[in-house]
């Protein structure tokens, strides 16, 4: 945890308060009598941000105008505070000051807040306990005197070498090019997007994660700009990036880029004071004519950027009687790379250490940084941060490598795990995938299949609880309609697993290509498999290059898109689903209750998220873990459009057909309560890994890949076609079923109501109920025009 921060060094040259030594026993939880009684002096250090020093003035003009005390006891109960002013700050030069604190009697932990007004709302919640983990402060964040945080044990105190770490509120983010690969760009400016409005003072996942309340907000509009950027931390998954440049001479065009690890497609965490600098690798052709199409739309392989967090922490910690061992974690970097940059900390005093590596790839390393760093109680002796680059040969082949670097210092050693992603020959143009039998494509989607997936909502492993989906072919379960044209390019010989594939050589105009089908394509084949590193269903090898490219095969899921009008009429909602999804199916068994009243137990093939829904994770919007999960709510869509009592009592429902996909329909009352009769549908709490509680609505399955699907909170909508509609019951896990309130049930099939009233799944708290409800407002068979909307789930038999 060597990395990126504000130090506050901690000498013991006074006490802690001004009176009797009992009350010196009393703070720091034993009598010692060699303490002074005045006070304890604290020197505060601010070190570099990475290239520049969080001041934008010159580095004598003082960066700490005031210092805020607060006291906590063991039980973290607010004790009160003291604010240092200016004038009682000295400056020592080259970032440095002194200032002396005190803290009330049984003052366990202090807390300590620069260049900010702390409030007794901020210090303390309605119970008395510690809100600074809750409060915020927000507005554009003052680089020359930013608000800093840290935190330091009173027992802590009792060891002359403790020291306090203060970290900056926030992030920032800037914006290069590589001048060697990158000829014909110039950038003009970037912005950032959805980034937090406003942070914590403080923060209980620091380095590891952003918790921000519920209330936060996240900007929608900023300004171009070049240089460094600040913004407040903001979790992954949120904020983007607009670049704007001109491509090839011509104008301004604007590019999208998302904060993803290198290597991966999992976004990463905006963590307070640290520096994201986006290099542009490579171009390929000009970005969107208008910012908004950018925004509009995912990120695509026209613009390649390389995402790098300043430092990677440290996480792996060892050590013997006299010394210490600390490494970063695994480092994943993209099979292009030239570097991949690590960090190590050790304490041994002659600053000796070894870097040996596994791997021929990896052929040498240069020391980037070195950073003595203060002691503390937790880390005794004086510790060196190096952060060196490894120097990497680029992997051409289709597929990851691993190798390992081992750091020692002493009798201490430690690995860190370096992954090389393969060469990403989906964007290769000469071997661009072509998807065929997929009805509502454009030629241009038919002709980059692996682009068009960009456009693909749900796929990617962000929506998907961490899966991986969006590297590979898709044949889809139930009925497959899909078939691949792979380029087939001279010197190339495919291997393939026939019991999983056809592949055929054709000639399509003056193009080579092999036919990919699916070798099992008969009608309702729910069989779900995967392709592995291990077991490899397609692979290319070219006799001349000797490169070979692998594609993943996945028979888990369907692609389906929402149009005409199920993306339409038949919803209600302030934004409505349209466009493609992706879903993957699992096997889910009920319990049947038959009329006789034995039981059977029957499985449903279901999709893993609603309609509409780009996310198969749960959500609730009490929860700041899962407020990123908005999207696993799909589209809210009415349930019917009869009329008048004739219409309703029809069997066949319009509205329903339109919404099915193939075999997959809205699920009946009979499905969901025979997962509820046999457990498998249940509301569970659970609690987020911020340690928020929760009610979660989940469908244990009988599936290897996904072991539990959820139903998300959504509420409902109310409200007339030509009207803005009403939202309800937020709180709320709702579903429309396709089952009608039936005879035995309360309504006389000969009734003017019947067919008016379906039943819906409500789940609240710790209630779940199948209950009913009109789908349209009026009486006596009257269809008055303010219908209601919910998410529906799709199932097959």
Known sequence: MYIKKLTIWLFMLLAMVSTACSDIRDIVGGGTQDLPSDGVVLTLKLPNFTKNTVATRAATEQQINSLCVLCYDAGDNYLGMSTISSANIKDKGDDTYDVKVKAVQGTATLHLVAN???????????????????????????????????????????????KVWLFRQFAKASVTKDDTKVKNFEITGFKLFNTATKGTIATTALDKDVSLPSSVAYTKEGNYSMGEHPFYETPAGKAYMIIKAKYDGGPDTFYKVEFFNNGTSTPMALLRNHHYQVKVTAVNHEGWSKEQEAIDNPTENRLSVEVVDDNPPIVNMIACKDYELGVCDKQTVKGNAGTATITFVTTKPDFQYDVKWNADWITGYNVTKRVVLPTSAEHPSTGTLYTIDLTLTANCQSTAQSGTVTITSGDLSRNVDIIQKGYDFRTDPNRLVQIRGLAGLSSDDEADYFLWMHKLQGITPAENQGRVRNDGLHFFVGNNPVHYLIPHLTGDHMEYDKSRVNVKEITDGDKNFYKVTLADNSANNYEKWISSEAVTIISITNARTKITVSYPVYHVGLFAQLTGEAATVYQLGKSKASGWYYYEMVDVEAKITKKDGTTEYKTYHM???????????????????????????GGYFIISKAQSSDEAKKTKNDVVDALAIGNFKVCDNKCLQGLIDNNNLAIVEEKTHYGEVYNCLRINTDDMYIPQIFIPMSGYYEGKSNEVPVYKDSYHANLWTSSLLSVYQGFSSTSLEYGFWYLY???FGKSLNLSNYRFVSGSSGVNKGRYRAMPVRLVAE
């Open 607 to 633: 999709l893993d998220r609603n309609l509409g829904a780009s996310n198969n994770g749960y959500y609730s919007p009490s929860t700041t873990a899962l407020a990123g999960n908005e999207g696993a709510k």
């Open 116 to 162: 900010a007004d702390v409030t007794e709302s901020d210090a303390k919640d309605a119970d008395g306990k510690n809100n600074l983990y809750n409060a915020t402060r927000g507005g554009n964040p003052n680089l020359d005197a930013p608000v800093c945080w840290g935190s330091v044990k009173v027992d802590d105190l009792l060891n002359s070498k403790t």
């Open 761 to 763: 799944l409500d789940a």
